[in-house]
């Protein structure tokens, strides 16, 4: 059972005792506008999952696994994206996809209201959503070598330099993409921003555990929100994809 009348604003991420390591977001906040809320009272349950926590309200705790069979009532390829903001991608691409199960991580929980929403309004049944911090998910929740592909779109750019080290694509954080793929699975990620283009890059180069570079636009991929206020400043589009070393 989901929470519905959970607080929408916390900002827990940064208080002390609650998380030591540095995470790729901040504040939260947000209230559900009224038809959010609504859709969250009525699909909450069956569209966003229950994460057991460590501590912070978007932690996950490290002996928690997930069962993804029972989470979908069906065995079929899974596919995870990191950050679905409103979740114009994943319902796009799970419409496009029948046949394959979609698994949404993302802190934003106006984004996640927004996402259920448009799953009601789609119809859609292979979309699941989770208030998780990527990387703990990654880390231990997902069983080991589960997903056919994991869609990184528009990561927070951190634009300034000494927000750097908040990004989320770094080698350490490809360890962790190579636990959760398939032998046979994509990484495939997006941003607007050249620098961070230029970052992920190189994190896939001197990865020991994943090869490849920039790539075409994914196909099902519909221009987002920050890809379109990218392409308004005048920011081109950099698409990159990821394989685990064989
Ligand atoms: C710049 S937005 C892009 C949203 C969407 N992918 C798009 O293209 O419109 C980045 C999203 O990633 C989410 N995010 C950032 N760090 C995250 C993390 N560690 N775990 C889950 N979601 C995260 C943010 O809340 C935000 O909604």
Request: proline share 7%; with cysteine.
């Amino acid at each position: 059972m989901t929470d519905s009348r959970r607080s929408t604003s916390p900002d827990d991420e940064l208080a002390p005792g609650h998380r030591r390591e540095l995470v790729s977001f901040t504040r939260r906040g947000g209230r559900l506008k009224e038809r959010q809320q609504r859709v969250w009272d009525e699909i909450g349950d069956r569209f966003v999952l229950e994460v057991p926590r460590a501590g912070a309200s978007t932690s996950v705790d490290p002996d928690a696994r997930l069962d993804v069979p029972a989470t979908f009532g069906r065995t079929a390829p899974l596919v995870v994206e990191i950050g679905s903001g409103h979740g114009d991608t994943v319902c796009a691409a799970a419409a496009a996809c029948p046949d394959v199960d979609f698994l949404a991580f993302e802190v934003w929980v106006p984004g996640i209201a927004q996402t259920l929403l448009t799953i009601r309004r789609e119809g859609l049944t292979n979309v699941r959503l989770a208030e998780v911090n990527a990387p703990e998910a990654l880390a231990t929740w997902l069983p080991e070598h589960s997903l056919t592909e994991l869609h990184t779109w528009f990561p927070d750019p951190w634009h300034k330099t000494r927000h750097h080290k908040r990004r989320l694509v770094t080698v350490d954080f490809t360890h962790l993409v190579a636990r959760a793929l398939e032998p046979s699975g994509v990484w495939r990620l997006a941003t607007d921003w050249a620098d961070y283009a230029d970052q992920m890059e190189q994190v896939i180069v001197e990865s020991p555990v994943l090869e490849g570079g920039r790539c075409e636009r994914y196909e099902h991929r519909p221009v987002t929100r920050f890809e379109t206020k990218g392409l308004a400043k005048g920011r081109t589009i950099h698409d990159l994809r990821a394989v685990p070393v064989s």
